[in-house]
């Protein structure tokens, strides 16, 4: 039956073009368009639709039971019904409410203490989450600038804290990696290809400098002489205030 109604769809619509079934009056007129037959041969081409790939997400660790970052420590929160407890727990949480609770999870392993908000491994490890949020939106949507230009704003300033931590307390850089499972890797030197005109350029900055400092020799001498004289006269009007003699 089937086979028998597609069949006499496709007679109904007119020729084919493409693979596709034209239908033989156009849109808004007249004829067989509204037949059942015909709208049963209208998606005969149409392309399957590719499904989206699944990356994995810093969140997927989270349990869904868990409540939210406002409700955690509210003490009747044990007292509620359960289905109180499922409308505050992750399982109906939005992604910005999954992100506070990874965020906090993170600030955790790597706070001095209870009260350290603002320490520089705090802001690596908050850095580190909005970080890895970016990589995960930016597999799915490779094109999206706005937020790729933002998360390597957030490299970037990461890795100027964690510079500063290695030069100042290499202990709490080597812990702040190890916890956080960031690879941090040394930027290259610098190095400047030498040209004929950097030569030329080098050599001329230095011939400056040096007449430049010759035309300055007479007055730093004169102000030289005129601060030993000063220094003579303050040891000589010492000596005498103290009846000793120079």
């Not at 007129?29 to 998606?43: D, E, I, K, N």
């Not at 392309?47 to 990356?55: G, L, N, S, T």
């Not at 009747?76 to 727990?89: G, T």
């Not at 603002?118 to 908050?126: D, K, L, P, R």
Request: include cysteine.
């Amino acid at each position: 039956m089937l086979a028998l109604r597609t069949v006499l769809g496709r007679c109904l619509a007119g020729p084919v073009r493409g693979g596709a079934a034209v239908l033989g009056s156009a849109r808004g007129g007249g004829g067989p368009a509204g037949s059942p037959f015909v709208q049963a041969a209208r998606c005969y081409a149409r392309p399957a639709r590719r499904r989206r790939k699944e990356f994995p997400s810093q969140l997927d660790v989270l349990p869904p039971t868990m409540l939210k970052k406002d409700y955690a420590n509210v003490s009747v929160i044990n007292s509620v019904d359960d289905v109180v407890k499922r409308l505050l727990s992750l399982e109906m949480a939005s992604q910005r409410e999954k992100m506070k609770i990874k965020t906090q999870q993170l600030v955790e392993k790597v706070r001095r203490s209870p009260n350290d908000n603002g320490s520089f491994e705090v802001q690596v490890a908050i850095l580190t989450a909005k970080i890895r949020s970016y990589e995960e939106h930016l597999q799915i949507h490779p094109k999206d600038k706005n937020n790729r230009r933002r998360m390597l704003m957030a490299m970037d300033h990461r890795r100027k804290l964690l510079a500063y931590l290695r030069r100042v307390r290499y202990d709490v850089f080597e812990n702040t990696c190890k916890q956080l499972n960031i690879q941090y890797t040394l930027p290259p030197p610098y190095c400047r290809r030498i040209t004929k005109r950097l030569l030329v350029k080098k050599a001329f900055c230095l011939k400056v400098f040096q007449e430049v400092q010759k035309l300055k020799a007479p007055e730093r001498l004169k102000q030289r002489k005129e601060w030993q004289a000063r220094a003579r006269a303050a040891r000589e009007a010492q000596a005498q205030c103290e009846g000793t003699p120079v």
